[in-house]
């Protein structure tokens, strides 16, 4: 007898073997989404960092040992505590210099929309000028 076409349990396993491909297909896309989601969040936390690095460079903690910023989608909070408390800068020469400078270990918190994106702690150097250059030449 002569057979054309296919027995229903040829479609059957043809439709298993699709199915099955397919959902190993779709878990391999979605375990590519979720890297790609995380590389995305990592890179979101350095830019932040970096450019919390780049704004508390403007900081001098002796003036302000604490404060708030909002920079674009960010919001930086900082809290420095002094390891070294100010005292009599040196010159090169040896002398007493003008400023006053102490050393200070800060935290940094890095915020967007109320959820921490990075924290972090760095250490920086606070500074005030507490004398004049007198002018002796003349």
Known sequence: MNQRGFTLLEAIVALVLLASTGIALL??????????????QAQQRQQA????????E?????????G???IGIYQIDWNATAIE????GVTSIGGISLFQVGLYETEVKVTVKKDLLAQFTLRQAGYK????FKDDFQ
Not at 49 to 56: E, G, H, P, R, S
Request: avoid cysteine; charge should be positive.
């Open 27 to 40: 878990s391999w896309i979605n375990t590519n989404l979720t890297s790609l989601q995380r590389v995305q």
């Open 49 to 56: 960092i970096q450019n919390a690095l780049v704004f508390m």
């Open 58 to 66: 403007t900081i001098n903690p002796l003036e302000k040992p604490q």
């Open 68 to 70: 708030k910023e909002t």
């Open 85 to 88: 408390l100010p005292k009599d």
């Open 129 to 132: 000028q507490v004398r004049q």
